[in-house]
């Protein structure tokens, strides 16, 4: 079984900071990519943020370089989201997404954590 644990949201004002944390475990070999999405009250769910194994990063386009996504060498499966100048609009619901988890024999599955709520006051 595999269970994702984020950590870091809260209330921040506008032009603050917030780090975000998730955490995947489970018998796990491998996991081709983790990153972050987010959901607004009465919007769809949106890319943050996404990181390969590779390395290969994507960001949605509100991004503009404010946030940094990376990965922890040292815990495998940790997934952090540096989050600067934030803007009221980045306000919503911040969902850690695992996609393609490899385990010994079974199908790849990607998995949702619970969300983290992220406030951003003016």
């Known amino acids: 079984q595999v269970q994702l644990v984020e950590s870091g949201g809260g209330l921040v004002q506008a032009g603050g900071s917030l780090r975000l944390s998730c955490v995947v475990s489970g018998t796990i070999i491998s996991i081709d990519a983790m990153g972050w999405y987010r959901q607004a009250p009465g919007r769809q769910r949106e890319l943050v943020a996404r990181?390969?194994?590779?390395?290969?990063?994507?960001f949605g386009e509100f991004v503009k370089g404010r946030f940094t996504i990376s990965r922890d060498n040292a815990k495998l499966y940790t997934v952090t989201l540096q989050m600067n100048s934030l803007k009221p609009e980045d306000t919503a619901v911040y969902y850690c997404n695992a996609d393609r988890i490899r385990r010994i024999g079974l199908p790849p599955v990607s998995s949702w954590g619970q969300g983290t709520q992220v406030t951003v006051s003016s």
């Open positions: 990181l390969t194994a590779s390395g290969t990063t994507a």
